[in-house]
C-alpha cells in the first residue's frame, strides 16, 4: 500500500464512524498509526536494502580495482624482469659469438701450424733418407789432430 491508499482508508474509516459506531475513533486511528508505520518500515527496509546492494557493488567495484592495480603492478614487475633477462641473454649472445670467432681464428692458427709441422716431417723424412746416402759420398771427415 502507498500512503496515499492508508490515507485513503484513514479518511474512509473515520467518515464510517458515527455516534451509533461500535469502534472507537482513538482504535481507528492506532490502527490507521500502525499501518502507516508498518509501511513506512517496509519501505526504509527496501530503501537500505538498496542501498546495502549499492554498497556492496561499490565495495566489490573498489576490491576489483585494488585487485586490478595489484595484478598490473606485478605484470610491470613481470615485463621489467623479462626485460633484464632478455638483456642478459642479449650480451650473453654477443659474448658467445666473440668467443666462437676467437675459437674460429685459433683454430685455423692451429690447422695453419698442423701443416707446418706435416711439412716439416716430410721434409725430415726425405732428409733422413738423403743422409746416409750422402755420407757415403762425403770425403772423409777432417782430422782436428792434424794442423
Not at 47 to 53: F, G, L, P, T
Not at 103 to 115: D, H
Amino acid at each position: 500500500m502507498t500512503p496515499l491508499e492508508v490515507t485513503v482508508v484513514a479518511v474512509w474509516l473515520a467518515a464510517a464512524t458515527t455516534d451509533e459506531s461500535v469502534i472507537n475513533p482513538t482504535v481507528i486511528a492506532a490502527i490507521v498509526a500502525a499501518l502507516a508505520a508498518g509501511l513506512s518500515a517496509w519501505l526504509a527496509y527496501r530503501s537500505s536494502s538498496k542501498a546495502n546492494a549499492t554498497n556492496d557493488r561499490k565495495v566489490d567495484m573498489d576490491e576489483f580495482k585494488e585487485a586490478q592495480a595489484w595484478y598490473k603492478e606485478r605484470l610491470a614487475e613481470a615485463d621489467r624482469h623479462i626485460e633484464r633477462i632478455r638483456a642478459q641473454l642479449d650480451r650473453v649472445n654477443d659474448q658467445l659469438a666473440r668467443e666462437q670467432d676467437v675459437s674460429n681464428v685459433l683454430r685455423n692458427e692451429v690447422r695453419a701450424l698442423q701443416g707446418q709441422v706435416d711439412l716439416l716431417e716430410r721434409s725430415m723424412t726425405r732428409s733422413s733418407r738423403n743422409v746416409p746416402s750422402r755420407m757415403q759420398k762425403a770425403p772423409p771427415p777432417l782430422d782436428p789432430t792434424v794442423d
